[in-house]
């Protein structure tokens, strides 16, 4: 249920890359709010400012005008980036305890909370395995376990199915509905794909590094 508490705000927040004749505007004055909730898809084609936006929402941007305001700390954050972001060395229940284990919960306490998340998104089986024995969906799957393990109040998922057929992408959709429902957060999800945004409540267009208004349909 999107409610009134406002986690993210921007407010006419741009990115440039680069200076003078070799800038780049990758998001152009864009204002946007997120509340607790909100299940919101931002769709637009490849280098249209997706993941630009997305990294202002997370804070590993500053915008290099304009404002992003959050009522969020670090941890209140779940990241799911855009291709691989498990640790290698780790087997999956390690990758998805990771969270919990930098904020210091006990380790077994932390692997108890990973192996529920990974039943959650229907990996369970894949507890003991590293994450070259496992294919690309297994692994985003394994992402959307990790962040609700985290359990953060925002989820930020980059083209969570960019790579991924139509079903293993719908599989992992799930796990990230799962997981936001789960835990009451509000997640936001860039795609290029209208299949994909179909499945959030609310969808925003982006065009050439520019939020469209919510009436245009994307
Ligand atoms: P999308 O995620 O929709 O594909 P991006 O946000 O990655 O779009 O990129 C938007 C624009 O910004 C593109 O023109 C891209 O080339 C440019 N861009 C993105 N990141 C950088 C960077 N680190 N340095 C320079 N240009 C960048
Ligand atoms: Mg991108």
New binding site residues.
Partial sequence: MPSDEVLVSCADAA?T??RGAQA????HGADLEIRAGDRLAVV????????????LLAGLEQPTSGTVTRALGPYDIGLVF?GDSLIPALDVAENTALPLVLTDRPEGEARLCALAALALVDAADLADRLPEEISGGQAQRVAAARVLAQAPRLILA??PTGRLDHATGARVLDALLTAADHTGAALVV?T?DPAVAARLTVRRG?RD?RLLAPEEVP
């Fill in positions: 990115l890359f680069g780049v505007v990758a998001v637009g084609p490849s280098g249209s400012g997706k993941s630009s936006l997305l990294h855009q980059d083209e860039t290029h982006m590094g």
